[in-house]
């Protein structure tokens, strides 16, 4: 079973307690909004590089270097 660790700051004795069956659940509903979150900001960024590949290689079609092109997109 989970447990969590407990300090009581005035006297300052640890106790390690189980987690209740409402706390593991919170724990992974947490876990999960945390993943889709992280999976949403890696398809963003995946999208911005797509799109800053797909602008640098319509620059290269007119006729820009690769540096001139990088200079127009950082």
Do not use: H, W
Not at 10 to 32: P, R, Y
């Amino acid at each position: 079973m989970p447990t969590k660790l407990v300090i009581n700051c005035e006297t300052g004795v640890t106790e390690e307690v189980e987690l209740t069956a409402d706390e593991i659940a919170q724990a992974e509903a947490d876990a999960q909004a945390f993943a889709e979150q992280q999976a949403a900001r890696e398809a963003e960024t995946a999208a911005k590089e797509a799109a800053r590949q797909s602008a640098l290689a319509k620059l290269a079609a007119l006729g820009l270097t690769a540096d001139e092109a990088a200079a127009l997109i950082p």
